[in-house]
C-alpha cells in the first residue's frame, strides 16, 4: 500500500491541458446533470399547457417571455450538445472513431454541433 | 447474490445497456418532437390537447419519460461514484435523487393520465 500513496500527484491545474475528449466527456457530464435538474420545469410546463385554455396561455407566454426564450435557447443548446456528445459515445461504444485522430475532431464536431442548433434555434424563436 | 472479483453485485453490463436503450429512444422521440413542432406548430389549446390526448401519443411520451428517469437515474448515479467520497453523504444524495425521481414519475403519470380526458 506505501507504493500507492507515494506515488506522485501532479495537478498543476495550470500546466495540465485536458485535451477537447475530456473536455467534452466532462460536459456530457454536466450538461446531463443539468437536464436531469430541469426535468420538472418540462413538467410544469406540460401539465400547465394541458389544464385549461388559460393554462396554455400562461404556459406560451412564460415560454415567449424574454428569460422565458433566454431559458429556452439554454436549455436547447444544452440538450444538443448532451445529445451529440451522447451520440459520439454510441458510436465510440461499436468501435467507430476511437481512433486519436478521429475522436479528436468527433469532439470538437459536437461543439460545433450544438452551436449550429442553438444558432438555428435563436433564429426560429426571436 | 453473486459477487465478482470487485465486489460489486451484479456486472453493470444491465445499466450500461439500459443506459444506452433509454439514450436512443430519447433521442428518437426528441427528434419526432421536433420535426412534428416545426413540420405543425401548435397554435391553440384545443389543437394541443386534442393531439395529446391521442393513446399512441401519450404512450410514447410514457414511455419517454420513464426513459428520461431512468436514463438520470443511472447517470446522476454515475456522477456521484465518482465525485462524492464518503459513503454516508453518496447515500444521501442517491436516497434523495431516488426519491425525488419517483416524484417525478408519480406527478408525470398524473399529468399524462389527466391529459387523455
Known amino acids: ?126 | 447474490m453473486i459477487r465478482g472479483a470487485t465486489g460489486s453485485v451484479g456486472s453493470g453490463l444491465g445499466e450500461w445497456l439500459l443506459q444506452r436503450v433509454t439514450a436512443l429512444y430519447i433521442g428518437a422521440f426528441a427528434l419526432y418532437l421536433l420535426f412534428r413542432l416545426i413540420a405543425a406548430p401548435v397554435s391553440d389549446y384545443v389543437a394541443w390537447k386534442s393531439w395529446f390526448a391521442a393513446g399512441g401519443i401519450r404512450i410514447s411520451f410514457a414511455l419517454f419519460v420513464a426513459s428520461l428517469l431512468i436514463h438520470s437515474w443511472i447517470g446522476m448515479r454515475s456522477v456521484f461514484m465518482d465525485y462524492v467520497k464518503p459513503g454516508w453523504l453518496r447515500f444521501a444524495v442517491s436516497l434523495l435523487t431516488a426519491t425525488g425521481l419517483l416524484l417525478l414519475a408519480v406527478w408525470a403519470a398524473d399529468v399524462l393520465i389527466q391529459g387523455g380526458r
Open chain 1, 1 to 126: 500500500m506505501d507504493t500507492v500513496k507515494k506515488r506522485p500527484v501532479y495537478l498543476n491545474l495550470f500546466k495540465i491541458h485536458l485535451p477537447v475528449g475530456g473536455v467534452v466527456s466532462i460536459a456530457h457530464r454536466a450538461t446531463g446533470v443539468v437536464l436531469a435538474v430541469l426535468f420538472p420545469l418540462g413538467i410544469y410546463l406540460l401539465q400547465l399547457s394541458l389544464r385549461d385554455p388559460a393554462g396554455f396561455d400562461r404556459a406560451t407566454s412564460i415560454l415567449s417571455s424574454v428569460s422565458g426564450r433566454i431559458t429556452v435557447l439554454l436549455v436547447t443548446w444544452i440538450f444538443a450538445q448532451h445529445f451529440f456528445s451522447g451520440v459520439r459515445h454510441l458510436f465510440m461504444d461499436i468501435d467507430v472513431g476511437v481512433e486519436k485522430a478521429a475522436a479528436r475532431r468527433s469532439a470538437w464536431l459536437t461543439w460545433v454541433g450544438s452551436i449550429i442548433i442553438v444558432l438555428l434555434a435563436a433564429v426560429w424563436i426571436i
